[in-house]
Structures are given as structure tokens and as C-alpha cells.
Nanobody, 119 residues
């Protein structure tokens, strides 16, 4: 059984920074693309940033220049450094990973971590 556990969310003032982490545990043979999504109240979940195995990152326009996604394959962990935060960054942040585990390749989601940016 594979689980993703997120941490690092919280309340921060506009202009501040937060660093989110997501660690996968369980029977893991390899991890392909890792990604962060955000779901604001009343909105659909949307991609914030993603990083495949070759490290070629992709960001939503709203995140470019302010957020940095990275991964530590040895630790099965992904990070999202968020700087110059804005109130519109508020939402629940979910991590997603494509993982080769026992018997199959599956997509797993974390439980979500709340990020609130006050003006």
C-alpha cells in the first residue's frame, strides 16, 4: 500500500513564503511525474506545477516566477517552495504522484494541506 503525506501548509500574510512537502511511502519501485494541484473554495482542482523524472518543470502561469517545484528521488519526496504569496494562492494543495508499485502503475493523491494567504 502506498501513501502520500503532505506537510507545510498554514496561514501566512501576503508577500510571505511557505514550503510544502509530500513524501511517498510503501512498496515503491519508481516514481514518474510528481505534481502539485490547488483547489480553491468553490473551484475545480487545478495544476500548479509538475516535475517529471527528467526534471523538466512545468508551471501554471499564476505560479511562474514565484513557485519552485523540486524532487528528491532518494527520499521519494517532492517540494513546493512558494514565495511572494498572494491571497489568490489560498486553497487546499494536493500532491499527486505516478508510482510503480506491486502489480501496477497507479496514480496516488495526498490528503491535502491548507494554505491561507491573508491580505
Amino acid at each position: 500500500q502506498v501513501q502520500l503525506v503532505e506537510s507545510g501548509g498554514g496561514l501566512v500574510q501576503a508577500g510571505g513564503s511557505l514550503r510544502l512537502s509530500c513524501t511517498a511511502s510503501g512498496t515503491i519501485f519508481s516514481i514518474n511525474t510528481m505534481a502539485w494541484y490547488r483547489q480553491a473554495p468553490g473551484e475545480q482542482r487545478e495544476l500548479v506545477a509538475e516535475i517529471p523524472t527528467d526534471g523538466a518543470t512545468n508551471y501554471a502561469d499564476s505560479a511562474k516566477g514565484r513557485f519552485t517545484i523540486s524532487r528528491d528521488n532518494a527520499k521519494n519526496t517532492m517540494y513546493l517552495q512558494m514565495d511572494s504569496l498572494k491571497p489568490e494562492d489560498t486553497g487546499v494543495y494536493y500532491c499527486k504522484m505516478g508510482i510503480w508499485t506491486v502489480g501496477a502503475y497507479k496514480t496516488f493523491w495526498g490528503q491535502g494541506t491548507q494554505v491561507t494567504v491573508s491580505s
